[in-house]
């Protein structure tokens, strides 16, 4: 199968299975985000058209500042910060749930589903990490960057699927059932990994490298992804992508790794 258009948006996509797939895997859909969800025709194609996908997104300036997050009101409390275990495989690294960060959920009628995962793509933001490190400074540079691609970008969602940031932890971004938006035509069946930070200028922190390590080898289990399927942003587009002091580490992990070697043995063994 080929890879998806360079855009976020396709009429062919059924709105109504997909809303429903969503809705069984407890993905919060926001009110405002499913109107029109069989009206996502040339006029979204034509502006997307001209989107910058592969490439690092500005996020939104409004949420650079410092101070306390705040998150749109809603009718219900706002969930406590939790992290839950995914439970699918023995192993699972523990997931910060998209609802600790974020209250609106993709725009489906700008979204593909995504059909299956049998790739890895590993990013960097392109933006120096959060000053703080902490759980709000995440928060607010998590939202920031999906505020960019939905308004600016016009995209469904944040572009990522999962996100790691300098403490270690991992972060669930876009839903896996929707193609990301992270490799320009390349977004079919590809699992979009953001590990935040500028890794141009800056050095990853071991705290990320060893949660981006457990995570990329738990989905390759879980996907049947086999390693020469795990890549990074600039081995698939011309781009700095993930950065200069990021690239080799990862090179380094898909040859040294004992954790990633174990699951590409798995990996090969089901595929």
């Not at 997909?18 to 969800?37: D, E, F, K, Q, T």
């Not at 960057?145 to 939905?150: D, E, K, N, P, T």
């Not at 990329?216 to 399927?229: D, I, K, L, S």
Request: with cysteine.
């Amino acid at each position: 199968m080929s890879d998806s258009p360079p855009h976020d948006a396709s009429p062919k996509t059924d709105r109504r299975a997909l809303l429903g797939l969503l809705a069984r895997g407890g993905v919060l859909v926001a009110a405002g985000s499913v109107i029109g969800l069989s009206g996502c025709g040339s006029s979204r194609r034509a502006r997307a058209a001209g989107s910058t996908i592969g490439q690092p997104i500005p996020a939104d300036p409004s949420l650079q500042q410092a101070g306390p997050v705040r998150l749109p009101p809603r009718s219900t409390p706002a969930p406590l910060p939790r992290v839950a275990p995914t439970p699918s495989l023995a192993g699972a690294p523990r997931i910060v749930a998209r609802s600790s960060w974020t209250r609106s959920g993709p725009v489906l009628s700008r979204a593909n589903a995504m059909g299956g995962i049998d790739r890895i793509t590993i990013h960097h933001d392109a933006l120096p990490q959060p000053a703080g490190g902490g759980w709000a400074d995440v928060v607010r540079r998590l939202e920031s960057i999906r505020r960019g691609h939905v308004n600016n970008q016009k995209w469904a969602d944040i572009g990522y699927h999962y996100a790691v940031d300098p403490a270690g932890r991992v972060w669930s971004c876009r839903p896996l059932e929707l193609q990301g938006a992270h490799v320009r035509n390349r977004n079919e069946h590809n699992l979009g990994i953001l590990v935040v930070g500028n890794f141009s200028s800056q050095m990853p922190t071991p705290q990320a490298l060893d949660s981006l390590e457990r995570l990329v080898g738990y989905e390759m289990r879980r996907f049947a992804v086999p390693v020469h399927r795990v890549r990074t942003h600039r081995e698939l587009a011309q781009t700095a992508c993930p950065g200069r002091h990021l690239q080799p580490r990862i090179e380094r992990m898909r040859t040294a790794s004992a954790t990633i070697a174990a699951s590409n043995a798995e990996a090969v063994r089901r595929s």
